[in-house]
Structure formats: structure tokens, C-alpha cells
């Protein structure tokens, strides 16, 4: 009989560290395992070393913008100014027959083109496609414009907007 109660013994101290053993591994799983931890703190410091790059990067090419231009941001809103009278040229007209809410819209919505544009321009490739899509989405708030006419204002704003990287 002694023997059979400590094989019951054994089995019973077997099962418990069976599911010591197991919980230990939920435990662990739950928490992530140390490579797991490892990998995502590699991810995190990735990213963050990415993140502070672009930064840096971004502050070196407003700093390279600046000292090439000598005046940096007044000269780009200078650029910007020079944008936004290209847009208003010839427009005067179907502006003034805008009604009040559609002259606001026009307005807001043309500024924003410029300083859009304004960006384009400062890449080192100018994209004039680019440019000429922004136009023609800025135009088409114009109820009823010609669509020729549309393509035809886009094309020569563009083709102005473009000489001012060149200058």
C-alpha cells in the first residue's frame, strides 16, 4: 500500500511541476521574452533615430536655404508673393463675378495653392506637372469655366512660376 501512495505522490509532485512549468511559459509569453523585448527596443530606437535624422536633415536644408538665399524665409515669402500674382493675373474679371461666399472660397483656396507651389519650388526638381494639377484644382472652384481655357491659364501660370526658380 506504501508503495502505491507514493507513486500517487510522485504523479501529484509531477503534475504540479508540469503546471508550474507551464504558467512560468504564459508568464513569460505575456511579458514577451527578453529576444522579444530586445527586438521591439531595437524597433523603438530605430525609429527614433530615424525620426531625429529627417529632423536634422530638415533643419541642415532650411539652414542651406537660408544662407543661399541671404534673408531665407523672407525671400521665400517674397517667392510666395510672386506666386500669388501670377495666379491673380487675367483673373480679375471672373473674380468680381464670383458671389462674396465663392470670392472667399477663391481666395483662401489660391493662397493655399501658393504656398503649395511655393513648396514645390523649393525641391531641387520642380515638378511641373505638379504645378499645373494645383492650378487647375484651384481654377475648377470657377463655376462653369471652360475646361480649355482651364488648361490653357494653367499651362501659362505654370510656365511663369517656373521661371521664377530659375531666377
Known sequence: MSGGITKKNKIEEIKEKI?????????????????????????????????????????????????????????????????????????EEIYLKLDPQKQKEFKEKGEETARRINQVLDQATVKMKKIISLIKKWLSLVPGINKFFLEQEAKIKADKITKLKKK
Open 19 to 91: 503546471d508550474k512549468e507551464e504558467e512560468k511559459r504564459e508568464a513569460e509569453e505575456q511579458e514577451g521574452s527578453p529576444e522579444k523585448k530586445f527586438e521591439e527596443e531595437k524597433k523603438s530606437v530605430e525609429k527614433e533615430k530615424d525620426q531625429i535624422s529627417e529632423e536634422i536633415s530638415e533643419e541642415i536644408e532650411g539652414k542651406g536655404d537660408q544662407e543661399k538665399s541671404s534673408g531665407g524665409a523672407s525671400t521665400r515669402q517674397a517667392r510666395q508673393k510672386q506666386v500669388e500674382n501670377i495666379l491673380e493675373e487675367d483673373l
